[in-house]
């Protein structure tokens, strides 16, 4: 079965850097989107970055956009977030998902598109 499992939240100080990882396991398709989304206690979930199989195409959202980075290690089937510059409002539950449907890089990233989803892992940034 598909699975995704996000790793590598903890506690930083505002200012350091982190950097999340996204196993992907029991995964057979070869056209398909992985996107970090984030969840503060209160707020929506929110669609910060993706990448596509395809082409390594990247999307960011405005809140993270010049400060994190999105990769790929297909040899590891891993996806990382690499977020540097933290804010105390980057404090957030990180989750990875994938798209294996309409397969894009593309924003804004909607819930609904995600086929996939994994646990989150915790990201707290203190002032």
């Known amino acids: 079965d598909v699975q995704l499992q996000a790793s590598g939240g903890g506690l930083v100080r505002a200012g350091g850097s982190l950097r999340l990882s996204c196993v992907l396991s029991?995964?057979?398709?070869?056209?398909?989107?992985i996107g970090w989304f984030r969840q503060a206690p209160g707020k929506e979930r929110e669609g910060v970055s993706c990448?596509?199989?395809?082409?390594?195409?990247?999307y960011y959202s405005n809140s993270v956009k010049g400060r994190f980075t999105i990769s790929s290690d297909n040899a590891k089937n891993t996806v990382y977030l690499q977020m540097n510059s933290l804010k105390p409002e980057d404090t957030a539950a990180y989750y990875c998902a994938a798209d294996v449907v309409t397969a894009q890089a593309m924003g804004p990233m909607l819930r609904s598109t995600y086929d996939y989803w994994g646990q989150g892992t915790q990201v707290t940034v203190s002032s």
């Open positions: 029991g995964f057979p398709f070869d056209d398909y989107a």
């Open positions: 990448i596509r199989s395809t082409d390594s195409s990247t």
